[in-house]
């Protein structure tokens, strides 16, 4: 069973910067593929980033390219999601996932084992 707990979030203007981070413990992190999902009100959660078990394969939404960046750092156990020039449609809540393989990445929500709990981010114009 692995636990995974967002932070980071916030209230900021429109193109300012954010570092959401995720922290686990228990489960296979090293083992695992990380995400980033996110769910705006009324809306159904979307993909956003996500990151290979060892860090050297990553994939970004097209709304995400070029703003936003993903890292993990295996012995903290810990994923990253720098988002720079924030608009205002990115306001949501920020759901870090994980799926327990070694190939591949996680772009998918019905892919993921575990969820963290969300992080709210919310941009202004």
């Known amino acids: 069973q692995m636990h995974l707990v967002e932070s980071g979030g916030g209230s900021v203007q429109a193109g300012a910067s954010l570092r959401l981070s995720c922290v686990a413990s228990g489960g296979t992190f090293i083992s695992s593929a990380m995400g980033w999902f996110r769910q705006a009100p009324g809306k159904e959660r979307e993909f956003v980033a996500a990151i290979n078990y060892s860090g050297g394969d990553t994939s970004y939404a097209d709304s995400a390219k070029g703003r936003f960046t993903m890292s993990r750092d295996n012995a903290k156990k810990q994923v990253y999601l720098q988002m720079n020039s924030l608009k205002p449609e990115d306001t949501a809540v920020y759901y870090c996932?994980?799926?327990?393989?070694?190939?591949?990445?996680?772009?998918?929500?019905?892919?993921?084992?575990?969820w963290g709990q969300g992080t709210q981010v919310t941009v202004s114009s």
């Open positions: 996932a994980a799926r327990p393989t070694n190939f591949g990445l996680l772009v998918a929500a019905t892919e993921a084992r575990y």
